[in-house]
Each structure stands twice: as structure tokens, then as C-alpha cells.
């Protein structure tokens, strides 16, 4: 499994092809190998993103992409991810409208044709999960309430849709993370690592290894699957995102993964 930068970490600093240059090498100069490209200037054209990575030896294995290009601009987004040398075709989030009962069934009835197409081209679309994919709803068809996150397995054969696991949003749903990285084995190519931590009753983001997650079992476990990529991201942080993610790679690469 190779360590990689997940960009929506350091969004700020991305937003101009130069802040865009000088932002992958100080990714690179940590020791980083691969990133995730998401919320980076729309302006910055995809051979220059994947210049702009090779210059700096980062190979691009996932992005998070606008949802309403994945629906209707697939073909044209399949050859953007061919210049970048990217796989994976990410959706960060289900729309809100899909996570209402009366609509969630239309989310698999919307993609299915996309990822078929993804699939197709040699690809994998990649949905990204937060907490609330693990809230149970009723959905017609089932004969009992089911969390949204096993709407999505059952409505996608693992060839159309793999997921980016997330480690905090897992446990901020209440649920165990090494228990869903089994159920999702052989779907999870990429996964995001990022720690949770506590102040007072609060919840917060923390680099890898510096809050309260199990990762020596989380990365054990890892081992085991199709993982191949270990994305660090931290929405949100403590200080500057630079240093959360120098942080982040200097405790994985002491484990053994860089």
C-alpha cells in the first residue's frame, strides 16, 4: 500500500496553476508518492495538473469529481482521467435529494449508466463516504430499514462501484471501522486516513496516529484487502493542513508504509 496526499486537505492553497505548483512540491518534498486531486482551481487544465505531478513524482490515483459531470459529461471526464493517468473517477458525496427516503432509489436508476461507462473505459467510479451513509432508512424493495451505505453495495455490482472508506466518518457514524473495511473488501482500492481526537465532548479531526483510532488493527486489516492507496486527509485541522499532513506521513512511514 502506498501513502498518498488526499488534496482537499490543503483546498487553499490549490486554487491557481502557481499555488497549485508550489503546494505538490512541498506534498512531494514530505515524502508523499500519490495524491488525490479534489477542489483544485477549475482553470488549472488537466495536462498541466498532470504535469505538474510528474515534475514532482506523484502519480494521481483518485479525484473527487462534480457530480453533474459524472452524470452528463462522462465520456469527456473519462478522457480528463486518461490525461491525468487516473483510475479512479471519485464522487465525494450523494446530493442531498438522494438521501431522502422517497428518493434514494433514484441514485442507482441516475449512476448506473456512468458507471457502467467508467467501467467500460477501464475505470472504477469511486463513492466516498461521510457519516450519514450509515444511517438506516426504509427503501422500498426491503423488508426492513437498511443503512444507505447497504443501499449502495446491493445497487452496484463491485466493478461499478468501489468505495473510498473513510476512517473518521466510520467511527463518527458509530460504527467499526476494521468491521466495514472486511464487509467492503474487494471494493476499496483507495481509502482515506484521518484520526479523531476529542476536546471536551467535541469530536475533531487529527493527523494519522495522533487521536483515539485503532490504525495498528486499521492497517493490519488493510493488508489483507485490494487497498493499494492510503489517502490522508483532514478536513479540517488543527494549525496549518501542511503540518497535519507532514504529521500524518512521518507516523505511517515510521509504521512501514510510505
Known amino acids: 500500500m502506498k501513502t498518498g496526499a488526499q488534496l482537499y486537505t ?9 499555488d497549485f505548483a508550489r503546494t505538490v512540491k512541498r506534498i512531494a518534498d514530505m515524502g508523499y508518492t500519490t495524491v488525490q486531486i479534489s477542489a483544485i482551481g477549475k482553470e488549472i487544465r488537466p495536462e498541466r495538473v498532470r504535469e505538474i505531478c510528474d ?28 490525461i491525468l493517468g487516473c483510475d479512479c473517477i471519485g464522487l465525494g458525496a450523494m446530493p442531498e435529494k438522494y438521501r431522502a427516503p422517497e428518493w ?23 463513492y ?44 463518527a457514524a458509530g ?20 484520526d479523531m481526537a476529542v476536546e471536551g465532548f467535541q469530536q475533531v479531526m487529527a493527523p494519522v ?8 488493527a486499521i492497517l493490519s486489516l488493510l493488508e489483507k484487502t485490494d ?16 503540518d497535519c499532513l507532514k504529521t500524518s506521513y512521518d507516523n505511517l512511514a515510521a509504521a512501514g508504509y510510505r
Open 10 to 18: 490543503v483546498r487553499a492553497y490549490t486554487q491557481t496553476e502557481e
Open 55 to 82: 515534475e514532482n513524482g506523484l502519480k494521481i490515483v483518485l479525484t473527487h469529481s462534480d457530480v453533474n459531470r459524472i452524470l452528463n459529461d462522462t465520456d469527456r471526464l473519462i478522457e480528463e482521467h486518461n
Open 104 to 126: 434514494i432509489r433514484y441514485f442507482a436508476e441516475d449512476f448506473k449508466e456512468p458507471a457502467k461507462k467508467i467501467a467500460a473505459a477501464g475505470k472504477r467510479f469511486m
Open 128 to 171: 466516498h463516504n461521510h457519516n450519514f451513509e450509515f444511517q438506516k432508512i426504509s427503501i422500498p424493495g426491503y423488508e426492513k430499514p437498511v443503512r444507505i451505505i447497504e443501499y449502495l453495495m446491493d445497487s452496484f455490482t463491485p466493478e461499478e462501484l468501489g468505495f473510498t472508506l473513510d476512517t473518521y466518518w466510520v467511527a
Open 175 to 194: 460504527g467499526d471501522v476494521c468491521d466495514w473495511i472486511a464487509r467492503l473488501s474487494g471494493r476499496i482500492p483507495c481509502v482515506h486516513l484521518k
Open 209 to 216: 496516529m495522533e487521536g483515539n483510532l485503532n490504525f495498528p
Open 227 to 242: 487497498c493499494e492507496y492510503l489517502l490522508v486527509e483532514q478536513d479540517t485541522c488543527q494549525g496549518s493542513p501542511f
